[in-house]
């Protein structure tokens, strides 16, 4: 989904028409993920959320591990 939003908003010269469709189609590709991942919460449970937790939404960098008292909890 990132590459897609990347893709709308990367033009070298922007038209009123391509800020329309850019704007119009980032708010779509948001809307569906969070659709999307409430799908699948419900669907897969306490597994899928600790997978959402650790892992970022659009965006996959590194997080630092969890703190060792978190661990132990």
Do not use: C, N, S
């Not at 919460?41 to 703190?67: N, V």
Request: proline share 10%.
């Amino acid at each position: 989904m990132t590459a897609y939003i990347v893709g709308f908003w990367a033009t070298p010269t922007m038209t009123a028409g391509q800020l329309l469709l850019a704007i119009g189609m980032t708010v779509y590709i948001l809307g569906a993920i969070h659709g999307k991942e409430r799908d699948m919460a419900r669907a897969l449970g306490a597994p899928y959320l600790e997978y959402k937790r650790t892992t970022p939404m659009l965006i996959p960098l590194p997080r630092k591990p969890p703190r060792r008292e978190a661990v132990l909890k």
